[in-house]
């Protein structure tokens, strides 16, 4: 049983340094934020749209939950984050 | 997603109100399996936050609805310790509905314990192990009410003695604890506690001492500490019963009959031998 809890720990996800931002943060939720704004633009205007960049993008934005609560001015942006792309989803078929 | 950020302190509190009821609608209302497992697992990362709790309340039933059915779809660690999340946060309110959760908690456990650990590289003995821990905090929750926890006890019997042989070891620490708990809570000074539950005090007296034939003891040696609360509780709560015979249909050799006073101090002996 041992085992499986101590698989299970190694998939833990590496913190860095504290109170130092990762240079490629800001950037990858702008990317995020563009591409999400893009995809809903396409899907409001009739075009064809392939959600699995959606979803990538959502998963790995979820990911960072614990990278992004260590800097308030990135976490205080993430209301609108979700929102602009998160809450629809939850209404969605 | 809502669940990863759960401890995000939205300020628009319309907005987690929306999120959250999202969520439940996700829950009770989606027909996708993995939607509601989600939903239901990202509602539990949720309760950390008061709003959420409050929301959900009176929705209770049908999430422990929703709970039972998922899980006897799909064997899933973190779904049953998301359903011990709700039980934790909602304790108070699960009296009502206590005896149709640890029925089912039961039933699950049963089944769980017996898939080869092979065939889904042990999640089902996870989640099997959430099952105890769950069915162990729902009766924590439901300790002052006695003839419920009594009606607990019978549905739970079965998986105590379970847990004392070496199939469910696993989950001896919570299986100690429900005894301590039954035990304790169940009976009044000077009423006897019953032979079935006297049966566990002997099972655990075994499986900690062990036999003649067992050099380092009982396989469930190393938890004597926490075995110790529930013999001292058996003890104090009938001791008239612990002076007197084992009942006829327990005793390991009925030509020889024993008490549970002799049955002890044998134990006792084997430990102190072992322990040397």
New interface residues.
């Given amino acids: 049983?041992q085992e499986?809890k101590k698989l299970r720990a190694c998939g833990k996800k590496a913190k860095s340094p504290k109170d130092v931002k990762p240079v490629h943060l800001v950037p990858f939720l702008t990317y995020a934020d563009t591409n999400l704004r893009e995809y809903t633009a396409k899907v409001t205007s009739g075009e064809p749209v392939d959600w699995r960049i959606k979803e990538a993008l959502?998963?790995l934005?979820?990911?960072l939950?614990d990278e992004i609560?260590r800097f308030p001015d990135i976490?205080n942006n993430?209301?609108d984050f979700?929102?602009t792309h998160?809450?629809q989803?939850?209404?969605s078929q | 997603m809502y669940g990863e950020y759960s401890d995000f302190e939205f300020s628009d509190k319309a907005h987690m109100t929306a999120a959250v009821e999202g969520m439940y609608k996700c829950l009770s209302e989606n027909t996708h399996i993995p939607v509601k497992l989600e939903a239901a697992v990202g509602l539990s990362k949720m309760l950390k936050n008061d709003i959420a709790e409050d929301i959900l309340r009176p929705g209770l039933p049908q999430i422990i609805e929703n709970f039972i059915q998922l899980m006897d779809q799909v064997d899933s660690e973190e779904l049953v310790s998301a359903f011990e999340v709700f039980m934790s946060v909602y304790a108070d309110e699960m009296g009502p509905h206590a005896v149709k959760i640890i029925t089912h908690l039961v039933e699950q456990y049963k089944r769980l314990v017996s898939i080869d650990i092979e065939d889904d590289d042990g999640e089902a003995l996870l989640a099997a192990q959430g099952c105890i821990c769950a069915a162990r905090r729902l009766i924590d929750a439901c300790c002052k009410n006695k003839a419920l926890l009594l009606e607990l006890r019978t549905i739970m019997y079965p998986i105590l003695m379970h847990g004392l042989t070496p199939d469910g070891l696993d989950n001896i620490e919570e299986v100690i604890d429900m005894i301590v708990m039954f035990v304790f809570y169940c009976s009044e000074p000077g009423q006897p506690i019953p032979a079935e539950m006297w049966r566990l005090y002997s099972g655990l007296l075994s499986i900690i001492a062990g036999g003649e034939v067992d050099p380092e003891g009982g396989y469930a040696m190393e938890y004597i500490e926490r075995a110790v609360f529930a013999f001292i509780n058996f003890i104090a709560k009938d001791p008239t019963t612990f002076t007197q015979l084992v009942a006829q249909e327990f005793q390991l050799d009925p030509a020889n009959p024993v008490t549970y006073i002799q049955e002890t101090f044998k134990a006792i002996d084997r430990i102190l031998v072992v322990s040397n």
């Fill in positions: 049983m499986f959502l998963l934005v979820g990911h939950a609560d976490r993430m209301q979700f929102k998160v809450i989803e939850l209404s």
